[in-house]
């Protein structure tokens, strides 16, 4: 299995609080993702990065921001949460351009 | 844009065949599909690339029809194993990390 964990895996909060998630791979891939999962919509994209620095919003991406300081962590910020983004957050990693993407195991974030 | 995958749900008996369909408006490069359990990440089972290439899981086969834009995930002799939600995912881009636009999936249930 890729080394990929999520932290937290699981989070309760209130709406204005600010949350981070962290994706953390021990596979040295290129490639990070940030996806949502609701249910009717599959998984949505946030944001994704490239390389060490280089990030790019996805197709749901306000509301969310990214850093990547470092190959192996990626991180997911909400500045202010709302109730809307309540949901369960999927990282993924891929080795090469449109390669295979293994999922972390998730976090579930309910914000109250 | 997300693709449309059909149909939404489908329930067999176990040994049956099952066939999901996902189509795209977009020129797609890749094609993915990936199988969920309720509760744990998605994973990879094919990808299938624009100009034939195919990679993925020997017990399942797929297709893309590239002028169609339409790929059809096939399962054959359908085990107990073989329930879950299956995803599609499309890349209309020439290998950009632009990251996979997922379809809403497609829920499968096989009974004994």
């Known amino acids: ?112 | 844009q997300q693709p449309v995958q059909s149909p939404q749900a489908v329930i067999l008996r176990e040994g049956e065949d099952a066939v999901i369909n996902c189509s795209s408006s977009k020129a797609l490069y890749s094609v993915h599909w990936y199988r969920q359990k309720h509760g744990e990440a998605p994973v990879f089972l094919m990808i299938l690339l624009k100009g034939g290439e195919q990679k993925g899981h020997e017990k399942i086969s797929a297709s893309f029809n590239e002028k169609k834009q339409q790929s059809s995930l096939y399962l054959t002799a359908s085990q107990l194993s073989y329930s879950g939600t299956y995803f599609c995912g499309t890349s209309d881009s020439g290998g950009g990390a632009d990251g996979l636009t997922f379809g809403k999936g497609t829920h499968l249930i096989i009974q004994p």
Not at chain 1, 37 to 57: A, C, F
């Open chain 1, 1 to 112: 299995d890729a080394g990929i964990t999520q932290s937290p895996r699981h989070k309760v909060t209130e709406t204005g609080t600010p949350v981070t998630l962290r994706c953390h791979q021990t596979e040295n891939h290129r490639y990070m993702y940030w996806y949502r999962q609701d249910p009717g919509h599959g998984l949505r994209l946030i944001h994704y990065s490239y390389g060490v620095k280089d990030t790019d919003k996805g197709e749901v991406s306000d509301g969310y921001s990214v850093s990547r300081s470092k190959t192996e962590d990626f991180l997911l910020t909400l500045e202010s949460a709302t109730s809307s983004q309540t949901s369960v957050y999927f990282c993924a990693i891929s080795k090469d351009r449109a390669g295979e993407l293994f999922f972390g195991e998730g976090s579930r974030l309910t914000v109250l």
